[in-house]
């Protein structure tokens, strides 16, 4: 059983709809992530959160806002997407950023589909 | 900027086989480096991870690395395949001289368990 809960599993919107994507860890990680990954490639970094604070973002469209409520909750708004945005979308955590001491730990992510 | 090479896209192996993943780093300091292992529809597990200390890495489900400077890679293996082990496996380096401790993956590799 993963440790980063992620709903929903799956998700189908239209280009004009808004939605969120919601991810959860109890592990008192401080650093958390979102990664969008496409079939049969490898995940791609969108946004990290360091101590509930935006600290990285990859150049990703406006479409997409990333919100940190709390230490535990990681959002991922969702609003006027274009098809290519269709994707596996994944959730990860760490202790912190320092990977050397706290490697990821990953949601089973939200399969989004975008019509 | 550090980068990762995974060599052969896809990898078939007769169960009870030896398993033989290839990762190659670019980097003339010596990286943080992790395998990740993904089932279908789940997300990414860590199976082991390298940070400097024994160059023998012993991780989960039976799967071992040796990270070799000389040869700047850190191949997995496992000396028996089990039909449990079909899955996408990505190598993955982070750099320990970049702040951002970013996580840059490989492009994956499948691995393929026939009976």
């Keep these: 059983d993963t440790e980063v809960t992620q709903t929903p599993k799956h998700l189908v919107m239209g280009m004009t709809n808004k939605k969120s994507l919601k991810c959860e860890q109890h592990m008192g990680h401080r650093a958390m992530y979102w ?16 101590y509930e604070k935006l600290s990285i973002n990859e150049s990703v469209p406006s479409r997409f806002s990333p919100e940190c409520p709390n230490s535990s909750l990681l959002n991922l708004h969702l609003h006027a997407l274009q ?3 269709s994707a596996l979308y994944l959730c990860a955590s760490s202790q912190d950023t320092a990977f050397y001491n706290s490697p990821l730990h990953f949601g089973n992510g939200t399969r989004l589909t975008v019509t | ?29 010596p990286p943080y480096l992790f395998w990740y292992v993904q089932y279908p529809n789940q997300g990414l597990q860590l199976l082991l991870k390298y940070t400097s200390a024994a160059t023998l890495v ?11 400077k000389s040869e700047t890679s850190f191949h997995l293996t496992k000396p028996s395949a089990h039909m449990s082990d079909a899955a996408e496996y990505f190598c993955a380096v982070s750099d320990p001289m970049d702040s951002s401790y970013k996580l840059i ?7 393929l368990v026939r009976p």
């Design chain 1, 35 to 50: 990664y969008k990954q496409k079939a049969k490639k490898p995940p791609e970094l969108m946004f990290v959160y360091s």
């Design chain 2, 105 to 111: 993956f490989g492009s994956g590799t499948r691995l």
């Design chain 1, 83 to 85: 098809p290519e945005d």
């Design chain 2, 58 to 68: 012993k991780g989960i489900n039976g799967f071992e690395a040796e990270f070799k």
């Design chain 2, 1 to 29: 900027a550090q980068s990762v090479t995974q060599l052969g896209s896809h990898v078939s192996v007769s169960e009870g086989a030896l398993v033989l993943l290839r990762c190659n780093y670019s980097s003339s300091v």
